[in-house]
């Protein structure tokens, strides 16, 4: 077997070296643009300013189709909105990219069944990511401004990304399901590449999956 010279072994270090260094710069550079963007704009639910909507983002729905744990959180904190009078409708947008996998559908369900009108609730089928979601609520819904609903670990890119997309977006994150540790902690790692895709998204301002026609569901929801 042929031997790697001692030349070509230098390169591969310092390409390494090199690619490691930018994958590092990228991760900072991802985290400052987005904690600088939700600074001032994240807030506890009792403190979070009124808005017309509360923007809840998708997680994942179990094969029984109950909520995971994050996901009834984020939902948690959106009937306190609507029940303290801070928001009048609640736009959930997740993935129902498979037929049998609806996350909207499964949060439409949670909030009917914890005392939220059926008027109140509208549906985005299409939110794949944060700024899918974001870019869809601006662009198909018509929300100027809202409340946008996730973990404590997500909160400052989802409000960072409505923001750069033209929303006036305050944010509310949730803390209790930092008891599931390793699920908490390898959501946490996720967004150090999460930020710099959220800097890429919002630099490039691609257009989400999905967009098509103006929808009124959040008018008609805020006006009822």
């Known amino acids: 077997m ?6 070509m072994f230098r390169r591969l270090v310092v ?23 939700a600074e ?3 807030y506890a639910v009792a403190d979070v300013p009124a808005a017309p909507v509360a923007l809840v983002l ?17 939902l948690e904190i959106a009937r306190q909105l609507y029940a303290d009078g801070k928001v009048r409708a609640i736009l959930v947008s997740g993935d129902h990219r498979e037929w049998d996998y609806n996350e909207p ?37 018509g929300a100027d401004t809202l409340t946008v609903v996730t973990q404590s670990y997500h909160i400052d890119r989802a409000v960072t990304i409505c923001r750069e997309l033209g929303i006036d977006a305050n944010g509310v994150g949730d803390d209790t399901v930092r008891t599931y540790h390793n ?20 630099v490039s301002r691609r257009d ?5 026609p103006y929808e009124t569901g959040v008018d008609q929801a805020v006006a009822s």
């Open 183 to 202: 699920a908490w902690y390898n959501s946490e790692a996720r967004e150090r590449g999460a930020v710099v895709k959220a800097l890429f998204d919002v």
């Open 58 to 74: 998708g997680s994942e729905v179990y094969a029984d189709g109950s909520p995971s744990p994050f996901l009834a959180a984020r």
């Open 40 to 42: 001032g704009h994240v």
């Open 105 to 141: 559908g499964m949060m439409f369900r949670w909030l009917l069944a914890h005392g939220v009108p059926t008027e109140r609730i509208v549906l985005d089928h299409a939110g794949f990511d944060t700024y899918d979601s974001c870019a869809r609520a601006k662009e198909i819904f």
């Open 208 to 212: 989400p999956v999905f967009l098509g």
């Open 15 to 37: 390409a390494g070296c090199l690619a490691t260094a930018g994958a590092v710069l990228a991760m900072a550079a991802g985290d400052l643009f987005v904690r600088h963007g």
């Open 2 to 7: 042929k031997l790697i010279s001692s030349t």
